[in-house]
Every structure is written in C-alpha cells, then in structure tokens.
Nanobody
Framework: QVQLVESGGGLVQAGGSLSLSCVAS????????MGWYRQAPGKERELVAA???????NYVDSVKARFTISRDNAKNTVYLQMNSLKPEDTAVYYC?????????WGQGTQVTVSS
C-alpha cells in the first residue's frame, strides 16, 4: 500500500541545520496527513510537526520557529527543515502518514546534535 522511507539524518553541531525527507510509495499520498515524530531514549514518541492534506501545519512548542514541515505532492515527499538545532533535539525521527483508519510509519532516521 504505502511505504515511507526517511533520509537526511546524521550528526550535526548545535546551532546547525539538517533537512529530513520522507518519500512515500503508493497512489494516495496527496490524501494523507503527514507528520514527523521523534523518540529519544527513555522518552515517549512525540509528534513534532504535522501537515494536513490541505497544507495546514502545526508544531510542538519546542520546535516552533526552528523547524518547518512541507510537502511536495508531485514528488510524494514530505520534508522537515530543522534549523538552530539543540542537543535536546537528538532523537530518532519517524515519518508518519495517516488517512481514515490507515496509518503508516517509516523506519526512522537518527538525528544527533552535539553540544
């Protein structure tokens, strides 16, 4: 049905930037609400940013003004531009898409921010 593959994670210094990409297979991408979640060791997975099929966005307070979620339906891709990264942003970042009763998870990509 739908497969999600994240890329762009890595090691970056505090204050630096990374851009994550999530490429979806399937034919229903434009109908999906998409989001980026992250999970740090010992922490619950949290929704960081989301974008609806209509383009509305929302962010967790801790990343507002630093992260930007966007989508390109022609490329079946959702992006997370992360600027001014902080050590507390370190986590595995997961792409998720959902529609109706269906939800899809990517495998995750590690983001490590050094101080």
């Amino acid at each position: 049905q739908v497969q999600l593959v994240e890329s762009g994670g890595g090691l970056v210094q505090a204050g630096g930037s990374l851009s994550l990409s999530c490429v979806a297979s399937g034919t229903i991408f434009s109908n999906l609400a998409m989001g980026w979640y992250r999970q740090a060791p010992g922490k619950e997975r949290e929704l960081v940013a989301a974008i609806t099929a209509g383009g509305s966005t929302n962010y967790v307070d801790s990343v507002k003004a630093r992260f930007t979620i966007s989508r390109d339906n022609a490329k079946n891709t959702v992006y997370l531009q992360m600027n001014s990264l902080k050590p507390e942003d370190t986590a595995v970042y997961y792409c998720r898409g959902w529609y109706s009763v269906f939800a899809y998870w990517g495998q995750g990509t590690q983001v490590t921010v050094s101080s």
